[in-house]
């Protein structure tokens, strides 16, 4: 029967993308968006139902598919039949108002944006039944199982850390916040696909289970991975991973400075002040401004510990600069970079 439905060839985005709709890792979105629930999430961040949702969940193409409402697709990955979608809508896009929209820019500069203008502008919407699921990894847990795993532990405060990145010291402040406010600490890395400047995901898993094993209490940080791919839209981003990791489990979440963000389209701040925008939305979220190391404060440092007095001799800690002495052959110094991990930093560069 599956064998003589009509078949489209999807990516690894999509494939992730289905088997979070098909766990529930994205409730209340229960399927590819139809053009309605599309415009209304990038419009009004809200599903036409009403709910809170930032980020479209689309099933986009580069060809027009000549299926519609009502028929059964098999959706195809590497030639072979991964799942069914029921069409419910087959309808195109104005990719870059929709970009406008989503992203606050049209700009292809942006990664988000040309991810989106490169799937093509026609999209099918439905519900999706999966008929074999992806190989995991034992990183890779449904919502139900990291809910059953706080249940065994006890959590009942659960604070979440969301990241694309490799561990540097401000991450790893942001984490040890987490576990003064909670009972645990989830580190919840994206595993999907990055820009191309990012760490690759096997060197963020590496540097994280070094930075746990050695430097953290094992016992009350659990570290799972979200199998989807980054989309750099900044604080609607923010309200997304902020909805997903509630459906882990999650009671709390970590918003830091350019939650999200990418380049100079986001200001540092947007991510917190558009959860002022929102009604509550079943987990609390915890803001955290800018984190640094302050050599008069004795070592890492945040703007509301840190005296303004001392914004001078402020060391700002980022990635993109840990990268570039990495590049160059240079030692990032401890005030960045727990030097134990540089030898697993060094293999992503």
């Known amino acids: 029967m599956v064998e003589t439905l009509p078949a489209l060839e999807i990516g690894e985005d999509e494939r992730l993308d289905l088997e979070n709709l098909a766990t529930g890792a994205f409730f209340p979105v229960k399927g590819f968006m139809t053009r309605e629930e599309a415009l ?3 419009h009004e961040m809200r599903l036409p139902t009403g709910e809170v949702w930032t980020i479209p969940i689309l099933l986009q193409f ?3 598919p000549r299926v519609g409402p009502g028929n059964t697709v098999a959706l195809l990955h590497g030639g072979e039949r991964v799942a069914l979608l029921h069409v419910a809508e087959a309808y195109e896009l104005d990719l870059e108002a929709l970009a406008r929209a989503v992203f606050g820019t049209d700009s292809e500069t942006h990664p988000g944006v040309a991810r989106l203008y490169g799937k093509g502008p026609y999209a099918l919407a439905g519900r999706v039944e999966v008929l074999k699921p992806r190989p995991r990894t034992p990183l890779e847990k449904t919502p139900e199982e990291v809910r059953a795993f706080f249940r065994q532990r006890g959590w009942r405060k659960v604070v979440a850390f969301q990241t694309r990145n490799a561990p540097h010291r401000a991450h790893e402040y942001l984490i040890r916040l ?3 406010l909670a009972d645990g600490v989830l580190v919840h890395p994206i595993l999907g696909a990055k820009k191309p400047d990012d760490f690759p995901t096997e060197v963020i898993v590496e540097a994280y289970q070094a930075l746990i094993r050695d430097f ?4 009350r940080v659990a570290f799972f991975g979200l199998a989807t791919p980054m989309r750099y839209a900044g604080p609607k981003e923010a309200v997304f991973h902020a909805l997903v990791r509630k459906n882990f489990g999650a009671t709390h979440f ?3 400075r350019d939650h999200a963000g ?3 389209f986001y200001d540092p701040y947007a991510a917190h002040r558009i959860f002022d925008r929102l009604p509550p939305l079943g987990i609390e ?5 800018a984190v640094f190391h302050c050599p008069l404060c004795g070592g890492i440092a945040s703007e509301r510990t840190c005296p303004e007095g001392h914004r001078e001799k402020r060391t700002a800690i980022s990635m993109t600069k840990v990268r570039a002495l ?3 052959g240079k030692a990032p110094p401890s005030e960045l970079v727990r030097p134990e991990l540089l030898p697993i930093l060094r293999r992503g560069v």
């Open 254 to 256: 970590l918003v830091g």
């Open 285 to 289: 979220i915890v803001k955290v401004g």
């Open 326 to 328: 990495l590049r160059e």
């Open 40 to 42: 209304s999430v990038a």
């Open 62 to 64: 580069r060809e027009k």
């Open 216 to 219: 953290l209490p094992q016992e």
């Open 262 to 264: 990418v380049g100079d």
């Open 178 to 180: 987490g576990l003064e």
